[in-house]
């Protein structure tokens, strides 16, 4: 079993029963169930878990992780994210 990414993927957006122009860009979907939105910033922002949050509702997916790279040590710059949607399910 391994992990399978994917890169730049679009989500489309309806907004009031009709699709916005612009697609959503997911960085990377691994296994189709973990969105992955990365950054390299010096400081993370309430924002950035907000375009996380909302693309796991766009695209229905459970989990996210927010990554910042810009860190001494990446584990630092984790955030994980859980889909209120799913919150309580219970682990696979």
């Known amino acids: 079993k391994g992990l399978y990414p994917k890169r730049q993927v679009s989500v489309p957006v309806i907004y009031k029963g009709k699709q916005v122009k612009n697609d959503l860009k997911i960085d990377l979907l691994v296994n189709d169930i973990i969105i992955v939105e990365l950054k390299s910033v010096n400081?993370?922002?309430?924002?950035?878990?907000?375009?996380?949050?909302?693309?796991?509702?766009l695209a229905e997916k459970p989990k996210g992780l927010l990554i910042n790279y810009n860190v001494t040590k990446l584990i630092d710059g984790v955030i994980p994210i859980v889909n209120d949607i799913f919150a309580n399910l219970p682990e696979r």
């Open 43 to 57: 400081e993370m922002h309430p924002i950035f878990e907000a375009q996380l949050i909302t693309y796991l509702k």
